[in-house]
T-cell receptor, first 112, second 113 residues
Framework: GNSVTQMEGPVTLSEEAFLTINCTYTATGYPSLFWYVQYPGEGLQLLLKATKADDKGSNKGFEATYRKETTSFHLEKGSVQVSDSAVYFC???????????FGSGTRLSIRP | DGGITQSPKYLFRKEGQNVTLSCEQNLNHDAMYWYRQDPGQGLRLIYY???????QKGDIAEGYSVSREKKESFPLTVTSAQKNPTAFYLC????????????FGPGTRLTVT
């Protein structure tokens, strides 16, 4: 079945550091891929998405590229801020209108 | 402001008691969902409803029940049959089926002792 594996946290970085959170997936067909963010005490928000191979999703300075050859969708940001501290979830939806499969989440903490 | 409301934010219950978690949305969305979030795990789907008076089991429906009598409301009951009810519960809604973006509420943290 479909599954998502993302790097374990917590990840702690200094402000203005470069961020990468790895995400790989297993799926049949052509899934859609997502990154969600959960700020402290809140529900999840969709951060970015990509629906086909080589698509790049981007939002708020974050980017992720759908790489079918490596079945990956790594999240990157060139210069993180304290306000980026949150839990980040990689997720996929199968090629039909199937439910969303979430990764286990990666907690990110940014030091001033 | 349109959005999803979950109440209360924190809920405490004794083992053996049923408890109902509230979820209300004013986004005029047809579909609503309940997820469970445990530490170090992704969200797991409990139940979902794509239209009023209809709902389907998700991956972990055992020990839970729902109703969808109104478009705006999708309450979740955690019954005494749920073996490990302590968790963070998230409600979401979307315009249609799973192909549409889901919008999440702030969640309810349930502690059962």
């Amino acid at each position: 079945g479909n599954s998502v594996t993302q790097m374990e946290g917590p990840v702690t970085l200094s402000e203005e550091a470069f961020l990468t959170i790895n995400c790989t997936y297993t799926a049949t067909g052509y899934p859609s891929l997502f990154w969600y963010v959960q700020y402290p005490g809140e529900g999840l928000q969709l951060l970015l998405k990509a629906t086909k191979a080589d698509d790049k999703g981007s939002n708020k300075g974050f980017e992720a590229t759908y790489r079918k050859e490596t079945t990956s969708f790594h999240l990157e940001k060139g210069s993180v801020q304290v306000s980026d501290s949150a839990v980040y979830f990689c997720a996929l939806r199968g090629s039909s209108a199937s439910k969303i499969i979430f990764g286990s989440g990666t907690r990110l903490s940014i030091r001033p | 402001d349109g959005g999803i409301t979950q109440s209360p934010k924190y809920l405490f219950r004794k083992e053996g008691q049923n408890v109902t978690l509230s979820c209300e949305q004013n986004l005029n969305h047809d579909a609503m969902y309940w997820y469970r979030q445990d530490p170090g795990q992704g969200l797991r789907l409990i139940y979902y409803s794509q239209i009023v008076n209809d709902f389907q089991k998700g991956d972990i429906a055992e020990g839970y029940s729902v109703s969808r009598e109104k478009k705006e409301s999708f309450p979740l009951t955690v019954t005494s049959a749920q073996k490990n009810p302590t968790a963070f519960y998230l409600c979401a809604s979307s315009r249609g089926d799973f192909t549409y973006e889901q919008y999440f509420g702030p969640g309810t943290r349930l502690t059962v002792t």
